[in-house]
């Protein structure tokens, strides 16, 4: 499962996000590819994170490690990494829990591979 994680004018906040995923040990293999502007206004500008989410583990993984480095912001919150795209779902993560977030992302799995939300 592929999901995007959006700059939201923020680039710095997302490239802090990129490097938390990077060094966290649960998260640290999963693919991670930033997303920059192809346009004359945002030429190399980040504007999002591309992560690959391949399994249930990869899901609780970047889950934790999402909700972990949110609480390190100085406020608490993450305003340029706070929205989450998945297909056609666009979904604010900036308040949800760890567990609520894998919980999210189990959803849009299952709703990616046929499986009824909520499923097993």
Avoid: C, K
Wanted: glycine content about 12%; proline content about 6%.
């Amino acid at each position: 499962m592929r999901i995007r994680v959006l700059a939201e004018s923020d680039e710095r906040t997302l490239a802090d996000l990129q490097s938390w995923l990077g060094r966290d040990p649960g998260t640290a293999g999963l693919p991670v590819e930033p997303v920059t502007g192809d346009g004359p206004r945002t030429m190399g500008v980040l504007e999002a994170l591309d992560v690959v989410l391949g399994n249930a583990t990869g899901i609780a993984n970047f889950a934790v490690a999402y909700a972990t480095w949110r609480t390190t912001r100085p406020t608490g919150t993450a305003p340029g990494a706070r929205t989450l795209t998945h297909g056609t779902s666009t979904v604010d993560i900036g308040h949800l829990s760890a567990e609520e977030l894998a919980e999210l992302l189990r959803r849009l799995q299952g709703d990616e591979d046929g499986t009824p939300s909520g499923s097993s």
